[in-house]
């Protein structure tokens, strides 16, 4: 070892003066009767941290560090608190040679607890351990203390048990969020070793419509979820016995999809992006909690296939998938599909537009979508940089967009605001880009839902294991499809659906605009533009609490040819439950082309 520090052995005659409280790292207190192991913080590494003043500057040793303290208990569960920052490489904390915990990254000094399994602190004298394989990354690590009490009791924690059924009492995979009574997301306990993909404030059953988690004892609302479609189920709860608590709930389909299936157009998992929090096994869950139908991977220059992994959880007639790749350059980011798992990556280190372009289609993807273009600012994103002209849609770089669809709801980036973006789409169409609209969640991670920003795409067939790859890929290429947040719609010009073309007629066009959500979900405005500006603009009743289906008539008059028509819907913003960054719920039909 680089260096060891070996500290007094603190005796059980001092704990008088050592008990105390300490936060855990959702800042509430909780009673932790123990001892300190560790004072002070220590400094590993390779550089010189003066900024870092809980710790010296200079580091206290390399890619190691360990100590020992003597325990009076042994055997039993305990818990282990400790404060880090910082910690960038897998650095992993072991008892006596047997594995506690990971270490995770924080910009600033936080204070974690963890479970320390039974039979690892023994009676008498312990090695504590910290260790990496990467030396060389700095951190501070240190105030480590040791509970009497199991990790269970620290905590005072209970057990959720959940059932989710459709209507007919067949198992259905479901979200489930937990909240406190100020909306604050619950703190769960042992997400690393439950069966259901679990973080704070979320777990999802599996596909049997089961699921588990322990949460601290309190008061919390349970709201069970299984995407737009759907009717939510919810409790409020009290969990002040220490008993198991069972909730069982019921969803109801709510809205008739018929002829369309939802897509999300931009997903990632941890295992194969490096970022987020999200492996493909749960990502796999995930997907069918969410009833997101066509799931297309994207990782960050990969062309990952989830069959394997679907297979493997029993996924059937769930969804489909169709393997994509977020080709993540320096001139943006480009979610191209479909491509061949294992196949030939496109070049990433273009910097030509076109040619980038040229490339991606010589791969095989048949769709591109220009992913969040004000991401990570304006200035800094695809659009900022090009510098699109929000007045003209033209590029002052002179670019030609080339691309297919633009991603206009991305409900993972709130800094890409959806009056902004729908701004700069309209702006293109009417400069003659025939680019689409597609809305997506950009998961990365459990806690932010697949298909909450979605695409509902044109399709022959209602059964998503049935979707053909090419019609699915065809029809978002082409805008037989919309991008949502929350709501469903479908608009149709003297017959003609999204992405056609239809002729002037001197008799007027007549327009049907539909839109359908949830009884969660809500809709308070419809706006119907012609060419960027709103022709007409309907109020919607007030409707709370009640699903909603209607559609809604009006006559276009003096339409002029090469014109192009598209609707938007508004709705309210559901409850704390809600997981999107977005202020309101979505709907923007792709747009209609009046042709002579």
Known sequence: MQKIHSLPFIGLAVLALLLGRFSSPNNQDHSFAGQVILEGMVHLGDNNTPEWTEAAAEPDGLGEYAFKFKDSIGGTERALAFTTRDAHSIWVVKINNKYVCTLKHTGEPSEFVVPVPKNIVRKGVNTFSLSTEKAGDDLTFGSVKLSDKPYREVFNL????????????????????????????????????????????????????????????????????????????????????????????????????????????????????GHGDASTDERIITL??????????????????????????????????????????????????????????????????????????????????????????????????????????????????????????????????????IKDWFALLNAGNRVMAAGSSDSHAVFVPTGLGRTWVKSKTDDPSKAAEKSIAANIRDGHSSAALGLFGEVHLNGMGSGEDVKQSREGLNLSCRIAHASWADVYRIDIYVNGEIEHQIDVPEHSGTAFDQTFEYTLNNVKKDSWVVCVAYGKRPGSWWAAKFPELYFASNPIFIKK
């Not at 999802?204 to 939510?232: C, K, N, R, W």
């Not at 799931?295 to 679907?310: C, E, F, L």
């Open 288 to 421: 069918a909690g969410d009833h997101t139908e066509i799931a297309i991977s994207t990782d960050h220059n990969k062309q990952i296939d989830y069959r394997p992994i679907m297979k493997k959880h029993g996924v059937k007639n769930e969804y489909t998938h169709i393997v994509g790749n977020e080709v993540t350059t320096d001139l943006g980011h480009f979610n191209s599909f479909p491509l061949p798992a294992g196949g030939a990556i496109p070049d990433a280190s273009i910097t030509d537009w076109s040619m980038l372009n040229k490339e991606i289609r010589d791969k095989g993807a048949e769709v591109i979508i220009l992913n969040h273009p004000r991401w990570p600012s304006f200035v800094k994103g695809p659009f900022g940089v090009q510098e699109l002209n929000q007045e003209t849609g033209l590029f002052t770089s002179g670019i030609d967009l080339a691309v297919d669809v633009i991603e206009l709801i991305n409900s993972d980036d709130p800094g890409s605001p959806f009056d902004v973006s």
């Open 158 to 273: 209970r057990t959720i048990r959940i059932k989710c059924t459709d209507s007919d009492d067949a198992a259905l995979a479901c979200r489930v969020s937990i909240v406190n009574a100020n909306g604050e997301l619950a703190k769960t306990h042992f997400a690393d070793k439950s069966p259901y993909p679990t973080r704070n404030g979320v777990v999802y059953t599996d596909l049997s419509g089961v699921a588990e988690v322990l949460v601290e004892a309190g008061d919390y609302i349970v709201t069970a979820s299984h995407g737009p479609e759907f009717s939510i189920g919810q409790r409020h709860l009290a969990t002040n016995d220490e008993q198991p608590y069972d909730l069982n709930f019921k969803l109801v389909h709510e809205v008739d999809t018929s002829g369309w299936l939802s897509a999300d157009t931009h997903l990632h998992t941890y295992t194969h992006s």
